[in-house]
């Protein structure tokens, strides 16, 4: 559309005329722990009473996260103007004050100080108010816990069709992210409603029906996070050279890694015990008694994502291009066979062992799963 086609568009009545199809944008920044993305979505809105449908969408990411420049914030803003350039040029000029740009931040945001959380946002938000996009009252924020849960849930069963129509079969969503974790599903047993913590349970309203989810959001028990707590490393002050070992890393490795700004030295243990048993424990630790249970899933089939998606992918349980199911015992097949035989794995990730037997911990003694729940691993969005 250009400037030529607007004085004629009076003449005609809305909705007669195809020409008065709208095509507009939105921008929108997933600010996740482990890396920063862009959506550049189009709409076109056919006729003022139906809702404007999605025609396309830009997709770009950039590693790592905000969270990764937490001393650094006007570093870590520049890192969005990088995304942001792209949109000045997917977007046409006459429609850049009318196109919103938003920032949600999630979990890596969530464990950093206030002040530094604020910091970067303060930062992100100047790069948007310089920008030629319209910026809304509060469109650089961190998401809550819980919205984040609702968003996953809506998207897949949106996606899968489960909220139209009668039958509604929905299925609950899975997210393991690198700072935190989000189980979401609708109760269907009045137990549930009772047995669950008042924060658990959230009601919102979609396509004129009710919906009252159960959702939680647990922060520092994302992949990365764990991975940190397992080291026995998350929320300490770590000191200069201090090494962190365990018995899910390859006995020889010694190395750094950086997570939020800090740097930790990590490796195997030298001379003690290597293996998917020791590791077990270790990861036990950080999971068992930690999170509520509700018995309702035990039997039921969830969507699987995120970090879930890559590591089964990762490691041949499921192909990388279409998803496929699982029971959660193939995820402790595969960790026993992975920690089991760490030399043959090494050229993979050093962590593939312990992300494994996270996951598995995680699912069975984090949130009850049985060995034979089914999950349904979703082409991450
Ligand atoms: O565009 C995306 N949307 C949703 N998830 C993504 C996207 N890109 C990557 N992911 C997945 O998210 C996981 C990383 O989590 P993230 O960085 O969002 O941490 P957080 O959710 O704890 O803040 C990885 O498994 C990655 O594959
Ligand atoms: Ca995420």
Redesign the pocket.
């Known amino acids: 559309h250009s400037n030529r086609e607007m004085w004629f568009q009076d003449l005609f009545p809305p909705n007669t005329c195809p020409i008065n199809a709208k095509t507009f944008y939105g921008i929108m920044f ?1 600010a ?4 920063t ?1 862009i959506h550049i979505y189009t709409f076109v809105q056919k006729s003022p009473e139906i809702l404007p449908e999605l025609e396309g969408e830009i997709f770009e ?1 950039v590693k790592p ?1 905000l969270s990764a420049y937490a001393d650094q914030p006007k570093k870590g803003a520049e890192s969005v103007k990088r995304l942001l350039d792209m949109a000045v040029d997917a977007v046409p000029p006459h429609l850049w004050k009318k196109t919103p740009v938003v920032l949600k931040a ?3 945001l969530r464990l950093l100080s206030e002040e530094k959380a604020q910091a970067l946002l303060s930062e992100v938000k100047k790069v948007f108010e310089e920008s030629p996009f319209l910026v809304p009252e509060d469109s650089v924020s961190i998401m809550d816990g819980s919205y984040e849960g609702i968003l996953a849930w809506i998207t897949v069963n949106f996606l899968t069709g489960q909220l139209s129509g009668q039958n509604q079969n929905t299925v609950g969503t899975l997210d393991l ?4 974790t989000q189980i979401t599903f609708l109760p269907r047993f009045e137990e549930t409603l009772k047995e669950s913590p008042g924060d658990f349970l959230t009601s919102f309203e979609m396509f004129n029906s009710t919906y009252k989810l159960y959702t939680h959001s647990y922060l520092g028990f ?1 992949l990365k996070a764990a991975r940190l707590a397992t080291l026995g490393a998350l929320n300490t002050e770590v000191a200069d050279g201090q090494m962190f070992r365990s018995s899910c890393l390859p006995k020889q490795l010694e190395a750094e890694w950086h997570f939020g700004g800090v740097k930790y030295r990590y490796g195997g243990n030298k001379e003690g015990e290597t293996g998917f048993k020791p590791c077990y424990v270790e990861v036990l630790k950080v999971v068992k008694g930690k999170l509520h249970q509700p018995d309702e899933i035990r039997g039921s089939s969830f969507y699987a994502f ?2 879930y ?2 590591r089964a992918a990762d490691t041949n349980l499921i192909d990388y291009e279409q998803g496929g199911v699982l029971e959660v015992r193939d995820f402790e097949r595969k960790a026993k066979e992975v920690c089991d035989n760490m030399e043959r794995f090494s050229s993979a990730s050093p962590f593939l062992c312990m992300d494994l037997t996270y996951i598995t911990a995680l699912l069975k003694e984090g949130f009850g799963f049985r060995d034979n729940t089914l999950l349904q691993h979703f082409v ?2």
Not at 32 to 35: A, H, I, K
């Open positions: 997933d996740g722990s482990t890396g993305r990411s996260g999630t979990a890596g992210g690198g700072a935190s994302g995120s970090y998606y890559d991450n969005w």
